[in-house]
Every structure is written in structure tokens, then in C-alpha cells.
């Protein structure tokens, strides 16, 4: 199984949105507010840097952008700075049940995965994880199937036995270009009403999330019998 981060296992957005102000700041532009920032979400941190400083003042040229996208890194990955991420409720219980159930898990996150990585040691998370796939160290970043699939092959599992879950359109549309079953949550960041194509499933609550695992294998052993079988 495959998990996004930001918006599905944790709510990152307060320390994102810390981040980038600091790095706006020292760059004399205007800060953000959380209702601004949670839009620009989803693509990495290069694209939330990018759209940041569209946001307040006018966009930064390549040079300067890959300047601002590592300062922003540095002051991100910053050990002793406070830390305003936290795990949404249930989670690491959660985890422990999917893999009861016999599922691998890998997260699939466009964030860099040096800082996914960090973020999950320290939220208590990794331990759970097989394998975490930043979006820096794919050829391309999901909404593309590449990212899908380079998860899965860490993992070493097929397409059609997986599913992907996550909050946005991006999470949904890569895993279906990549053949996967896909489930939508929606106390994220995303509008799940809005993404095309629709999830396979919707969950509310992350705990939800074993049941409708189970109901999802239990719909592919049928359509696998033979009839009468």
C-alpha cells in the first residue's frame, strides 16, 4: 500500500507555513496566512516556494528560485526549530492494524525525501514504513505514474494488488495512470469532491482505512474466481 504524507498521515501545514513565512520575511516580502498557504500544497517544495513568491510580490527567476528552495530546506530541516507538525489522530494505530493485515507500506510524497524521512523519525512513524519515495528522487513527481510506480517497485509489488491513498488530485491521479486501486481522504488538504478521476473509495477517518483495505481485497478474490466458483 501506498500513503502520502502531507494531508494524509500528518498535518504539516503549520510547519510549512512557519518555514515559508521566515523565508519571505527575510526576503522583505509579505507573510501568509494558513487559509493562503494550504492551496499551494501538494507539488514539493520547489512549486510551494515558486507559488509563495507569485503570492507576495512577483515570481522568482530559476536562479534565485533554486536559492530560496534551499535556504528554505535549511531553515525546514533546522533541528532546533520548533516542531508544529503533528500526526493526525490514530495514525500510528492504524498502521500497526494494516500491517497485521499483511500489507507493506510505502510513503509516496512529492516533499524531498531527506525531509520526509526526518519528519517521520521524528512523528514516531517510520518504524511502520517499508520504503519512502521523495519526489526528488523520481524522474517525475506524482500527479505522474512514475512516482506510483517507483514506490511499488521498492516494494516489489504488482499494481493491480496496491492501492494509493491520499487527500488531492495528485495522489488519486497517479495512482490510477498507474493502474492502482486509489482512496481519497478527505480531512486533508484537498477538495475531494473536485478530483477527476473519482477514488475508488472515500474514508472520512484515517482508522476507517483497514475495513475498506479488506473490502477492496475481498472484491478482487471475486472477481478473480471462475464462475460457479
Known amino acids: ?29 509579505r507573510t501568509l496566512s494558513l487559509d493562503e498557504i494550504i492551496p499551494l500544497i ?21 536562479p534565485e528560485l ?33 500491517r497485521q493485515d499483511g500489507h507493506r507500506l510505502a510513503v509516496c510524497t512529492n ?3 531527506e525531509a520526509a524521512s526526518s519528519l517521520l523519525r521524528q512523528l514516531g512513524l517510520y ?25 511499488l517497485e521498492r516494494l516489489e509489488a504488482a499494481a493491480g494488488s496496491a492501492v494509493m491513498v491520499g487527500d488531492s488530485r495528485n495522489d488519486i ?5 498507474a493502474g492502482t486501486a486509489t482512496i481519497a481522504v478527505t480531512y486533508g488538504y484537498g477538495d475531494v469532491a473536485t478530483i477527476v478521476p473519482r477514488p ?15 473490502d477492496l481485497r475481498t472484491e478482487r478474490f471475486r472477481r478473480v474466481l471462475p464462475p460457479g466458483g
Open 1 to 29: 500500500m501506498l500513503l502520502d504524507l502531507d494531508g494524509t498521515l500528518i498535518d504539516s501545514a503549520p510547519d510549512l507555513l512557519a518555514t515559508l513565512n521566515t523565508l519571505l520575511t527575510e526576503n522583505r516580502r
Open 42 to 62: 501538494g507539488d514539493g517544495i520547489g512549486a510551494l516556494v515558486a507559488r509563495a513568491m507569485r503570492e507576495t510580490g512577483g515570481a522568482a527567476e530559476p
Open 66 to 98: 533554486r536559492h530560496l528552495v534551499e535556504r528554505f530546506l535549511e531553515i525546514y530541516l533546522d533541528p532546533d526549530r520548533p516542531q508544529l507538525t503533528r500526526v493526525y489522530d490514530n495514525v500510528p494505530a492504524t498502521l500497526v492494524a494494516i
Open 111 to 113: 516533499k524531498v525525501e
Open 127 to 151: 518504524e511502520f514504513v517499508d520504503a519512502v519515495v521523495g519526489g526528488d528522487k523520481v524522474t517525475a513527481q506524482k500527479p505522474h505514474p512514475a512516482h506510483v510506480q517507483a514506490a
Open 173 to 177: 491521479a497517479a495512482g490510477a495512470a
Open 200 to 214: 475508488t473509495r472515500t474514508i472520512d477517518r484515517f482508522e476507517d482505512l483497514p475495513a475498506v483495505l479488506r
